[in-house]
């Protein structure tokens, strides 16, 4: 065994633990989710406590943590830590979660969740998985099974961290559901006071008008209409907007039309992107990478407009509709409106 | 000012990318590996600030020995010196361990570091813990996302934005420090052939027997993580139907499509 690793009782470790990342004064739905997740690993752990860690926070939000499945709620108080910085949440988060020592520590991997993780994990010297998509526990071990995608999707890898504790793991929004919220649940909370040396100070944060469409996100939609590389120009996003409006959706993208500025990177389907799970998909100009497919496998139905038969994403599709979509969408846009009046 | 900059050799993001469905591995016969890196943009942002005030860039990789290719195109680029730590005893390294074996580097040939750049993620494995980890195992603050950065004494301005909340911040951080440069931010200049030629005198590799890191602490039995398990991705089968013809005529039987799968019907009632 590594020298660098301090000994430890992996009996002395209990429950299953979440950071609860807020967003102002809101907590985050990722975090409502693990807890979620957090009570069915603790159930099939023999019952064990449920714990959330939640930084300069008010007493609202602990409640609302317990009403979504904490059985306890860790508030780090601190008048410093008020505004967040990497390095010192991460000491901060690090130096509850060695003090109560739980088996298993979820983060959700938001932008700042994935800054803070591998740090928090670090600090306790033990491993971490990203970006896990299903989660499971081996009773008689207690060993987490961090589950996520490898190879392009097209595998997906068991992991394990046999020898240290806590076992950490991050796992992105939207991939487990929201527990339901029960105001009849009871749980404790209990107050930290945990010091910082300030290393990091936040001087100004701006909201950044981003030029998008009008339209939802891709995540929380029900038909996405995602044009690739093929539609040539920002234009043709015009009309795969019309198209997602009239089927009540929104409008994704690969990464080729990200990257040719069309859309923005919020809107990027895929392995570097976003997973989704809508009832239709539709992809327009898009050849199907098996880095986009990835994203969107677990969709409903596939519809694939392409001029080229044997592009990929027309063997994953459920319609593969052969043509060019300058020719079929406008076609597509005066069907559907007949059929609507 | 002393700038390092860790980089990974890693198969170039393109759509020439395949996977053999039969091992689930990756097909790495005629993909250029070493030509290209995702942490191009780590490396452009390193030459800016170097460029702006003076000292050097160090690149280091943790890699087989074939990243020296790679490490070779960035001393093109402009970077003055790289390392490639490589060793037998590296291979199978989790995230705890390939950082700690590049911040053992780092304090070993570049102890007097002012900041250590990496990119935002790597495309063969997406954690973007190693800068995180880096910095944990340096002591030193850290900030991911940056896109612009400037040095005010011992303090650095850096810039940075989070796509998923749609906001810039700005922190301030004290140096020595570690920052990940957000994907896309930068315009990498080109390789220069006339300096990449000269690349290996710019080029130094080090194995453990230089680090003397503890065996059981790199590599395979160096990570707490471990896979057990390979199972391939189950998802649903697709009805394969082709839809081809006259563009009216492909139309109306898409429009046919969508009104059975009744996502037609559930706007209609919105307008
Ligand atoms: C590690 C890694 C991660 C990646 N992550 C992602 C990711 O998250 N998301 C992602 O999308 N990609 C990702 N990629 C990139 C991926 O491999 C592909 O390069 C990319 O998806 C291709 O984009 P595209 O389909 O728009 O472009 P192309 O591959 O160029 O395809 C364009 C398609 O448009 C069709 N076309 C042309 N004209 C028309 C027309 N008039 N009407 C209709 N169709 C037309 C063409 O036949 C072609 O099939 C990743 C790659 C790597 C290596
Ligand atoms: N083996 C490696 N050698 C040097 N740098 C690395 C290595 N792996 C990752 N990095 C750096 O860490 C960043 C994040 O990588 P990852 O955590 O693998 O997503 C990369 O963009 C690189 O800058």
């Given amino acids: 065994m590594c020298s660098l690793w301090p000994p430890i009782d992996k009996s002395l470790y209990n429950g299953v633990w979440v950071y609860l990342e807020r967003d102002g004064h809101k907590l985050k739905d990722v975090g409502l989710e693990l807890l979620g997740k957090a009570r069915e690993l603790a159930a099939k752990l023999g019952g064990v406590e449920v714990g959330a860690v939640l930084v300069a926070a008010g007493r609202e939000l602990a409640q609302e943590a317990i009403y979504h499945g904490a059985d306890r709620v860790v508030l780090i108080e601190n008048p410093e830590l008020e505004t967040y910085t990497p390095v010192e949440y991460a000491k901060a988060i690090a130096t509850v979660v060695q003090k109560y020592k739980p088996e298993i520590f979820l983060i959700g991997a938001t932008k700042r969740g994935r800054e803070l993780a591998a740090y928090i994990a670090n600090s306790l010297t033990t491993g971490i998985t990203a970006d896990c998509t299903a989660l499971d526990v081996e009773p008689q071990t207690r060993d987490l099974h961090q589950i996520r995608p490898t190879f392009g999707g097209t595998q997906l890898a068991i992991i394990k961290t046999p020898h240290r504790r806590p076992q950490m793991a991050s796992v992105r929004p939207g991939v487990f559901p929201k527990p339901p919220r029960d105001v009849g649940r009871v749980g404790e909370i ?12 936040l001087l100004a944060r701006e909201r950044r008008v981003e030029i998008d469409v009008d339209l939802p996100p891709v995540e929380s939609s029900e038909v996405v209409v995602a044009g690739g590389r093929g539609l040539g120009s920002g234009e043709g996003f015009k009309l795969l907007a019309e198209l997602a409006k009239l089927l009540g959706g929104t409008v994704g993208a690969s990464l080729m039309a990200v990257r040719a500025g069309w859309v923005p990177h919020s809107r990027q389907i895929g392995q570097t992107g976003k997973t989704i799970r809508p009832k239709v998909y539709i992809a327009v100009g898009v050849s199907g990478a098996i880095q986009h497919i990835m994203g969107v496998m677990e969709s409903k139905t596939i519809i694939a407009i392409n001029p080229d038969p044997n592009a990929p994403i027309m063997k994953n599709a459920d319609y593969a509709v052969v043509g060019d979509y300058k020719e079929i969408i406008p076609a597509l846009l005066e069907e559907l409106r007949k059929y609507l009046s | 000012m002393k700038f390092v900059v860790l980089t990974k050799a890693a198969v170039p993001l393109s759509s020439a990318i395949r996977i053999d469905p039969k091992t689930g591995t990756l097909v790495r016969e005629g993909v250029p590996l070493t030509a290209n890196v995702w942490d191009r943009d780590a490396v452009e942002f390193a030459l800016e600030m170097r460029d702006r005030y003076g000292g050097e860039v160090v690149a280091i990789s943790m890699a087989p020995p074939t990243g020296i290719l790679a490490l070779e195109s960035l001393i093109g680029m402009g970077v003055d010196r790289a390392i490639l730590a490589s060793d ?3 291979a199978g390294a989790d995230t705890w361990a390939t950082a700690h074996v590049l911040a053992k580097t780092i304090e070993k040939y570049v102890p007097d570091f002012d900041l250590v750049v990496t990119g935002e993620e790597t495309i063969d494995s997406t954690t973007a813990h190693i800068g995180a980890q880096t910095a944990s195992w340096l002591g030193v603050p850290y900030l991911y996302y940056v896109y612009n950065a400037e040095v005010r004494g011992r303090t650095l301005i850096a810039k940075r934005f989070l796509e998923d909340e749609g906001v810039d911040e700005v922190y301030e951080l004290k140096m020595p420090a570690v920052i990940s440069v957000l994907r896309s931010s ?16 710019h080029l130094q590799i080090v194995d453990n027997s230089k680090l003397g890191l503890d065996q059981d602490c790199v590599g395979l039995r160096g990570s707490p993580t471990m896979v057990v398990g390979m199972s391939p991705a189950a998802y649903p089968p697709r009805k394969r139907i082709v839809i081809s013809g006259a563009p009216g005529e492909v139309a109306k039987k898409v429009a046919e499509v969508l009104r059975e799968l009744g996502v037609v019907c559930a706007v209609s009632g919105l307008q």
């Fill in chain 1, 190 to 201: 209990v107050v930290e006071r945990v010091e910082v040396e300030r290393k990091t100070r």
């Fill in chain 2, 88 to 90: 037998r005893a590296f």
């Fill in chain 2, 186 to 201: 930068q315009i990498p200049r080109e390789v220069k052939l006339s300096r990449k030629l000269t690349a290996r005198e």
